[in-house]
């Protein structure tokens, strides 16, 4: 289990991490949300003992990372698929590793094997593509067996068969009982993968809660409504308090009212109707929504 207590983090008068407290359960997989410059990073850094914290802590089932004997028994990272050196092989970079925190050195193939780099373990590294250097990446924090697994991006550069991968290997993680931890940008994935989402901005805690809870709460909820008599329609439900957004030809999205409401409200009026469907809550709407004033870098309007 992971746990933040008040952590915070500052460098000069920047604050990237903010009080945040949180806790990151075991059997579940945890996705870790927010935009650019929101303390992600800093904070798997801290974890990890890379960077000390300013003030508060952050522990390893109660212990910090730094105190932890052989440390990749304890604690499996992905942070930067980048930080190998490229004149190694694959297996002699895990060999190396395995050597240093008592792991048996064919625990190197064995994980090579998983992460379907077997046939290029005698390669060097510096000739891998970014999606190969992922799976090299993703070894090297299974090299351990651990019961704690951080990954920041591991999608980046992997085709679909890669993504299909990932996802299936966080949610057999997961079932295996560790505690896995996932640092994202794609609401997608999370969407397909995540049980729990911790979501920050500005280094500020915004939610800790179950994907479905924060998906609920960041989004209204609306109603699809396609109609040849749209103008008409459309004056019917705004005199009624809805809000209706054009959405395409005959199409509009109705906030405000059920869609239970629009159809007595359209069949009262005489209104054809050729759709009216409820929306799903959408974890990207719920993720903009929620980190609009957390956005650190905000492009303009493309004209």
Known sequence: MIEANDLTKRYGDTTAVNALTFTVRPGRVTGFLGPNGAGKTTT???????????????????????????????????????????GRTARAHLAALARSN?????????????????????????????????????????????????????????????????????????????TVFVSSHQMSEMENTADELIVVGRGELIAAESLTEFAARGTRLSVAVRTPDLAELTGVLTAEGASVQPAGPELCAVTGLSAARIGELAFAHRVLLHELSPRTASLEEAFLELTADSVEYLAGDAR
Do not use: Y
């Not at 802590?57 to 109660?62: E, F």
């Not at 510096?126 to 697994?149: E, W, Y």
């Not at 299909?164 to 993680?173: E, F, K, Q, T």
């Open 44 to 86: 798997l850094r801290m974890l990890l003992g890379l960077n000390r914290p300013t003030s508060g802590t952050i522990t390893i089932d109660g212990h910090p990372f730094r105190d932890l004997p052989r440390g990749l028994r304890r604690v499996g990272a992905l942070l930067d698929a980048h930080d190998v050196h490229g």
């Open 102 to 178: 008592g792991i048996p050195r064919g625990r190197a193939d064995e994980v090579l094997e998983e992460v379907g780099l077997a046939q290029v373990a005698r390669r060097r590294v510096g000739g891998f593509s970014l999606g190969m250097k992922q799976r090299l990446g993703i070894a090297t924090a299974l090299l351990g067996d651990p019961p704690v697994l951080l990954f920041d991006e591991p999608l980046n550069g992997l085709d679909v068969e890669g993504v299909l991968w990932v996802r299936a290997l966080l949610r057999r993680l997961a079932d295996e009982g560790r």
